[in-house]
Structures are given as structure tokens and as C-alpha cells.
């Protein structure tokens, strides 16, 4: 069976129906097949127009469990119904990959079954609970590391709570230096979540370097044609906070501010790793020479795998990077009563 997925490119997969096991509703989650954090998300009014049990296989990359197939005016999604736990093996793989040290393996699971489990609890009532893309974190099938399955299998239920609720459990790649304040990148504060050195030690981009020419920025920003940026403040951490455009348009020149985040959202997560960054107008290009890829919150995964190297355990590496959390198992929390009471 073939179906023709939404957006601009056509994605095509093939279900290959297999005999597999009922699981229960409680130990599941539903997880939206994503490409992109830009891709859209199904609307309220979108339909499930056929459910199937089985393996699917999309871009190299087998997934299983119950798939819903939903529709609205955007085109067609993919729901991927499936173990929890072995979702949790799942991301680990994803996230990590192979022959990362065991201790980091386990804070990764932790934080990523407490992330699954705050939005499985936060998105109860909707079409699915998470996505497979950064719009939340990777998914890409089922594991087949035996390592990531006893990093998990030991961790098994245990998630980081505040206040006797789930965490926030924000993570990145490598910060560069310090993590960085969540009310730096979004609006929100939380108490378990404050700057610290992330430990970093030869990580992929500890320094980068990336040029844009100002026709891309300008097409990027929308704002008629870009003649400058310059840095305007920075965030308690060090990285860039707010730049300032120079513009022109019909009615001459004009200069905006514009957060950090912004720009590099805009000029693509990958693109421009992070905000941790200086930058240098060369002809008709901008430089940005920098450190660190992610948006810095949370736990550095390569800080994680330095500590680990160093004989921390999960348990100390969890606490170092989310400080005051106190870890728990699922069994411990009734969650039915958590989506009226967890905050976005």
C-alpha cells in the first residue's frame, strides 16, 4: 500500500503489514511522523481515514506498532502508536547513537522519557502526544543497540520531577562554555533550569564557522534588501541576545532589532548551529564564527558524555544539569490528573 504524504514534496512509503502484539493505551504513546520542525501539524479538524497494525517503512527507517493515517486541507499524517518504553529506545538512538559511554546513555533516557512523558501528559486529549523531529526530539525507529536497550532497561520508569511533576527536560548537542537560561530562548523560567558548565570536550562544533551572503538573509528575513548586521546585546551567558539589520526598501534605509533565536530560526537550526556566535561583514557576505549547536538549555549531550568519561554517573550528571529535580519512577506519579495541571 502506498500513500502520498502532505506538503510541497511527496513523500512515499510502503506499509509492510506484519502479525504484532495488542499493547495497552497506557503504555503507549503517539508519535507524529515529522520530517521537519517546519513542517505543519495537523489541524483540529483533521480525520482519520484509515488505521493499520504493522511495520512502516519511510527513509531508510522501520517503525511498528498501531499507524493512523490522518487528513485536513494540508494533506495526509502519519500516527505511530507504539510501546512506550520502546519509543524511549527509540529516541536514545536517535538522539545518541552508537558506542556513547553507558552513564550517558542512562541520562539520556531519563530526560528523554520524562520529556515524553510531560507532553504525553500536556497533549492527553489530541491526535498524538509528541513529533519524531527537533520540533520535540528524534525518533527514527526502533533501536538495535543492545547497549541503548540496558541503558534503558535499567532506567526503566525513572523520570526527573519538580514539585512532584514531571520536568521540562530540555536538552541540546553542546553548549560551548554554559548552558544557557530557558527565558533566554523562550518566554518561559523554571526553577530546575540555570546555567551551569555543560563540560564540553572536543565536541563537534566547539568552533564553526558559517557565511551567508545578504541576498540569502534578506530572502530569509523578508524585509526588502539587507545592507548590515550588527550585534546589539547579549544574554547573561554570553551568547548573542538581540542583532540589528540595516535594510532598504523604497523609503531608504532602516534598521530593526531582532532576537537571536529569530534570525537563526530563520536562517535554519542547522545553518547557523547556535547564538553563541561573532560575526564580521566581508563584501557582500556576513560571517559568524562560533561555538556550540543547539539552543543550549538544558543538558549538553556531549557535556553528559565528558562527564561520563570522567566516572560520573547518570544520577550526578542529571543532577548537574537540572539542579533540584529529584528523580523518581512513573509508578510513583498518578498522571491521569497532570494535563490540567502541567503549564506549556
Not at 523560567?189 to 546555567?195: H, R
Not at 554570553?238 to 542583532?243: D, I, L, M, Q, W
Not at 542547522?270 to 562560533?290: A, C, H, N, R, Y
Request: proline content about 3%; aromatic content about 12%.
Amino acid at each position: 500500500m502506498i500513500y502520498y504524504i502532505k506538503h510541497s514534496i511527496v513523500i512515499i512509503f510502503t506499509l509492510l503489514f506484519v502479525l504484532s502484539r495488542t499493547v495497552v493505551a497506557e503504555d503507549t504513546i503517539r508519535v507524529l511522523m515529522h520530517e521537519s520542525p517546519y513542517d505543519s501539524l495537523p489541524s483540529p479538524k483533521a480525520s482519520s481515514i484509515d488505521s493499520v497494525t504493522g511495520e512502516l517503512f519511510i527513509n531508510g527507517h522501520f517503525y511498528y506498532g498501531s499507524l493512523e493515517v490522518l487528513k485536513d486541507n494540508n494533506g495526509l499524517y502519519v500516527i505511530n502508536n507504539l510501546p512506550f518504553e520502546e519509543y524511549i529506545e527509540g529516541v536514545v538512538a536517535a538522539e545518541i547513537g552508537r558506542e556513547w559511554e553507558t552513564e550517558a546513555l542512562k541520562a539520556q533516557a531519563v530526560i528523554s522519557r520524562t520529556y515524553a512523558v510531560f507532553y504525553r501528559s500536556f497533549n492527553a486529549g489530541n491526535s498524538y502526544h509528541i513529533t519524531s523531529s527537533t520540533l520535540h526530539q528524534l525518533y527514527k525507529g526502533k533501536n538495535e543497540d543492545p547497549l541503548i536497550t540496558d541503558a534503558v532497561k535499567e532506567t526503566a520508569g525513572e523520570i526527573l520531577t519538580y514539585q512532584n511533576q514531571p520536568i521540562k527536560s530540555f536538552f541540546h548537542a553542546t553548549c560551548g562554555g554554559k548552558t544557557e537560561f530557558p527565558e533566554e530562548v523562550w518566554k518561559e523560567s523554571y526553577p530546575y533550569l540555570t546555567s551551569v558548565d555543560c563540560y564540553d570536550r572536543n565536541a563537534p562544533y566547539d568552533n564553526w564557522q558559517k557565511r551567508f551572503s545578504l541576498g540569502k538573509i534578506s530572502d530569509a528575513l523578508g524585509i526588502g534588501a539587507v545592507k548590515d548586521i550588527s550585534i546589539s546585546s547579549f544574554t547573561a551567558t554570553g551568547r548573542v541576545k538581540t542583532v540589528a539589520i540595516t535594510g532598504q526598501d523604497k523609503s531608504g534605509d532602516s534598521t530593526i532589532e531582532i532576537k537571536a533565536t529569530e534570525l537563526r530560526k530563520l536562517l535554519g537550526y542547522k545553518e547557523l548551529p547556535s547564538t553563541q556566535f561573532s560575526l564580521v561583514k566581508k563584501g557582500d557576505d556576513i560571517i559568524f564564527t562560533g561555538r556550540g549547536f543547539g539552543h543550549g538549555v538544558g543538558l549538553s549531550q556531549w557535556g553528559a558524555l565528558e562527564m561520563a568519561r570522567q566516572g560520573k554517573n547518570y544520577r550526578e550528571i542529571l543532577a548537574h544539569f537540572y539542579p533540584g529535580t529529584t528523580l523518581k519512577t512513573s509508578g510513583e506519579l498518578s498522571y491521569h490528573d497532570l494535563a490540567s495541571k502541567i503549564m506549556p
